[in-house]
């Protein structure tokens, strides 16, 4: 069974950093892709990252670009998320999603990040 | 940025009657390697998003087969033949054609 494992969440103030980790199993994680979507309180969906397979190329949502940064360590099947410079707009669950032919076929359950003084 | 645009916002829908979801894209969606990567979310209370369609039309595994996709160009469109209680939530549409990958606003589903 496919699992995949948020944590790292929690409060911090704005200018603050975060380190968000995904921890995978019951597949083999070096051969997909993995995305971090976050999920403002009450709003809708919004990517954040992608990585490859083997961390050859990530991209970024333009909101975060330049302050967080995605990596992933295939030998320990984690995937990762460095948030600096952290804003109150930046507050939101955040979901490690599996990509699967440019779509998300498997979702975390979620870590809440909550920017506030 | 490609925006992604659903109608209606809100949909409530009888026990046993269709529902229909539109899903417009401010441009082409064709990747560069030619395929169409639209696929639709569903987001029940509470939960996290689960994938539904792919690729436009091909549902995913273990997805009834109540839930329909179908579109082209800008134009996209998920179906639910017979909407059960269970269906109730946020439907999203998302495009990977090119980064940054988008979703649309989310369509809420309720029954009446």
């Known amino acids: 069974e496919v699992q995949l494992v948020e944590s790292g969440g929690g409060l911090v103030q704005p200018g603050g950093s975060l380190r968000l980790s995904c921890a995978a199993s019951?597949?083999?994680?070096?051969?997909?892709?993995m995305n971090w979507v976050r999920q403002a309180p009450g709003k809708g969906l919004e990517w954040v990252s992608y990585?490859?397979?083997?961390?050859?190329?990530?991209y970024y949502a333009d909101s975060v670009k330049g302050r967080f940064t995605i990596s992933r360590d295939n030998a320990k099947n984690s995937l990762y998320l460095q948030m600096n410079s952290l804003r109150a707009e930046d507050t939101a669950v955040y979901y490690c999603?599996?990509?699967?032919?440019?779509?998300?076929?498997?979702w975390g359950q979620g870590t809440l990040v909550t920017v506030s003084s | 940025d490609i925006v992604m645009t659903q109608t209606p916002l809100s949909s409530p829908v009888t026990l046993g009657q269709p529902a229909s979801i539109s899903c417009r894209s401010s441009?082409?969606?064709?990747?560069?390697?030619?395929?169409?990567?639209l696929s639709w979310l569903q987001q029940r209370p509470g939960q996290p998003p689960r994938l539904l369609i792919y690729?436009?039309?091909n549902r995913f595994s273990g997805v009834p087969d109540r839930f329909s996709g179908s579109g082209a160009g800008t134009e996209f469109t998920l179906k639910i033949s017979r909407v059960e209680a269970e269906d109730v939530g946020v439907y999203y549409c998302?495009?990977?054609?090119?980064?940054?990958?988008?979703f649309g606003q989310g369509t809420k589903v309720e029954i009446k």
């Open positions: 990585i490859s397979r083997s961390s050859s190329t990530t």
């Open positions: 998302m495009q990977a054609a090119q980064f940054p990958w988008t």
């Open positions: 690729k436009i039309s």
């Open positions: 441009q082409s969606l064709v990747h560069s390697d030619g395929n169409i990567y």
């Open positions: 019951g597949f083999t994680f070096n051969s997909y892709s």
């Open positions: 999603a599996r990509d699967l032919i440019y779509s998300f076929d498997n």
